[in-house]
């Protein structure tokens, strides 16, 4: 961009002498946030842009409308409307003038929902080539609907509304032009805005200002210019036309020096307003804030997870301080310990009128083994601020790193109030979440978060680490008060009668009533008897006018309500008690929960309250709290104590309803869920509960409890846990070690009472299958992976679990399984990245293969599922059922469980071969495909064999049945383990096979067990015995006749399958 002087002289013929117009104009280069160069002049050319209003816009709020608003983009130029606020066809009106700098840029029209605390939602865009708009009659487009367009390629399809603008070129002339520039110097010193707002922008009013500026300012600033700039300016001046140059050259010499001068005073006062916020203090700054967000709730934790959730010895003031005022050294230290360099942080500024406390923060951080060092910029921006409650959101913007502008990490620090302190001093706690914010859609979505996840737990950790340096952090057990102590401290005022009865009856309805009737009784003793007449016989006295039905109409309605009240009165007395102070019974997992309070309960009787009751559900048991009449703002005080569980609860769940009378169906006022295994046992000693729900959401309704959870059995209760799974799993439970448990709780994030109980290694399956290992616990099913530093960590609860799969073999999976686990709807969110897809129902379905031992980790996964998903009756029935199944260690025992099928003999002969030549049939080579397929064995696959263990090995074979074979066809899959007999003289083959497309195939299993065994070396034969046996999956009445068809089948196959195989031998030789 060239200096104004010498484009007016190139393109208008101004005829301009020297510099005698721009004499004394000078731009403060000091200022805050202005370029330290001088500024340059605008062009003459301006695009008008008018924007006016949209229809059909997205619903992006939870009420289901939006707070659109439009951002306007010309090259470096940029404008914005207001925000209109709850609206999808928003009307603005509103005028801007963006300046031209090059013939090949675009308008850029986006439409944004204004979001409070988070990043602004993206509803569409519009973007229009300047030169549409020259090659436009009368340069301008007119009037037009524009479709608003998405910013995936892949969702061209979505219709994201349309918004309606006028587009147009426009000469200024250089008395506008001259006021503009004056107009910028008094302007915001805002470096996102230049340009020109409102729809008489054209002829701006008011008295032009000027500042001083020296010849040598301007005269470096025309050397600076760029000299193809001049010939843009000539190409679009002939759009113009030539007419116009003497009148503009004209009116240019009329321009007089005291026109652009503004007085030193104007000067020093514009200086003042730009530095305004550069020279007040951090805690002046915050303490303007404060009654902007004091009133603000803290908002909720960010959906990635939480990073850090920690208690420090120090006031939140003190740690806010520490944290984030510009004083503190401790992010410049954390640089230091993590590499990275160029670290600047900007001052705190006010911005939209003072209502938003901002910074920005400038860094490069450190190369890695994958990524370059990159430049980051780290928006930080106060959400709440009370003097004791703080909550900054960091948005940090990485546009180096690839696909770095699809995505912004967005980061929450929550400072609040600790727990209390035996000394008596302050606490404070800092919790910081964080989420992944994507600008656009992309396929890379779950790997950049993956990789997101892990470098912030990484990076923090060093965080948390600096920070305990700086300030000592809380140790919860020598805080926490004895359970005894808070339980004893709850006491509960059983409420009499007579304050339950004028609850009841103190009320209008119930006074009215008694009125009425009194009436009525007074009124029969003054009343003479009247005589019979009409329809009437002694006994029955009808009404004799309209005005005596309409009384006893009334009046049979006032008794009706009479009668509610005193039934629902009779109810309470009835339902008064609760199961406040009712002992547990037995030993094991010992649940206690303290009801407090709650507060701002919604109000859902005609009287403007509520009668509220809590219910708590956990493993299958309930306890409910006592009604409290005609109150929004409870007081409970009670506990409850659950009966001792045997397994160890994953959540419970919180109801809160209202008493509406005993034939009433109950009103929720809200809902909540406490997870025993995301959350620490310290943190639910004192813990404040926000319910979910239509209603308790609008009424920000919550509750105080008090939860704890003991193991009264210590250690006996996990070998008791053990034992009893290992009865249900029908194998040997190896304990593992506390190391090996203590590794498992930290990988998850557990609390220490989890324990593990087995571990196999599989892949799981998303777009490219990931090989890792599946953690099972009591209460999780977890999985981990570390391939090339990119980890893959997630876990979800038994309970979260809607149905388990068993997916037949395919060639990608060599003939293998798989497993497909199906969660209930909204349900393991956490896990979401994990995930191989989401069904039409909204459920996450993870799908699990390659199992080295499938039949194992199969029966376990079901086992602990059946556990903890079945009833307690179905449990016990369960455990009966299995009781009786003989345990056998895994290092000794079968690996396929055989145990579970009873075996018999169904093929014995000998064949004239020994036994290495006839595991032939067994090697997978062209003999045993040739006879498979013979047999009417159609597509025979089969995966090599692989050491199991020592002397062990295993396989998979997938194959369909021939129609010759079977009628029905239909497909196997088989597993087979070989292993040489103990006197080295043959093999063993163990096999289980699983029929998938034929009739009841999936009510049973078949177990082969085929012993070759030489007889004598001189002989040069074996001795082949085959078993067989029927695992029953489900029960049926066919049972006989099932068995007795596969015996006689099987019986002929195997006769027929090795006369093939021992003809074929011998031919050989």
Known sequence: MIGLAERVKSSFGCGLKGNSWHEGFKVNTNSPGRPKQQRRCRNEIELLVHVIEARNLQAMDLNGLSDPYVKLQLGKHRAKTKVVKKSLNPFWDEEFNLQVGDLSEELIVNVLDEDKYFTDDFLGQVKVSLTKVLDSDNLSLGLTWYQLQPKGKKLKSKDCGEICLTISLYQKNIEQTVRSISDDLVSSYDRSSELTKGRNSVSSNGDTEQADVSEANEMDTLKEDKPNAVTFVGRVYQFFGGKNSGTISSSSRDVSPEK????????????????????????????CIIPKLEGVDMPAGLPGGILVDQSYSTAPVDLNSLLFSPSSRFWQSLADIQGTTGFQAGPWRLENGGETLKRVVLYTKAATKLVKAVSATEEQTYLKADGTNFAVLLSVSIPDVPFGSYFRTEILFCIMPGPHLPSEEQSSRLVISWRMNFLQSTMMKSMIENGARQGLKDSYSQFVDLLSQNRKPVDLKETAISKEQILASLQTERESDWKLASRFFGNFTVISTLVAMLYILIHIILANPSTIQGLEFPGIDLPDSIGEIVVCGVLVLQGQLFLNVVGRYLQALKQRGSDHGVKAQGDGWLLTVALIEGSSLAAVDSTGYSDPYVVFSCNGKTKTSSIKFQTL????????????????????????????????EATSLGHAEINFVKSNLADLVDVRIPLQGNLAQTCQSKLLLRVFLNNTRGNDIVMEYITKMEKEVGKKIVVRSPQTNSTFQKLFGLPPEEFLINDFTCHLKRRMPTQGRIFLSPRIIGFHTNLFGHKTNFFFLWEDIDDIQVVPPSLATMGSPSLLIILRKGRGTDAKHGAKAVDPDGRLRFHFQSFVSFNVANRTIMALWKARALSPEQKMQLLEESGARNLNNEESGSFLGLEDAKMSDVFSSAIDLNSNSLMELFNGGPLEKSVMEKLGCVDYSLSPWETVRADVYQRQIHYKFDKNLSRYGGEVTSTQQKSPLPDKKGWLIEEVMALQGVLLGDYFNLHFRYQIEDLSPKLRACNVIVSLGIAWLKSTSHQKRITKNVISNSSLRLTDMFTRVENELLQAK
Request: charged fraction near 35%.
């Open 260 to 287: 652009v001068t503004v007085s030193s005073a104007d000067k020093i006062s514009e200086e003042q307003i730009v530095d305004a916020d550069s020279d007040i203090p951090y805690d002046e700054l915050l303490k």
């Open 633 to 664: 703002d409870p007081q409970w005080n009670e506990v409850f104590e659950f009966d001792a569980m045997d397994d160890p609860p994953s959540m419970m769940n919180v109801d809160v309803f209202d008493f509406d009378g005993p034939f009433d």
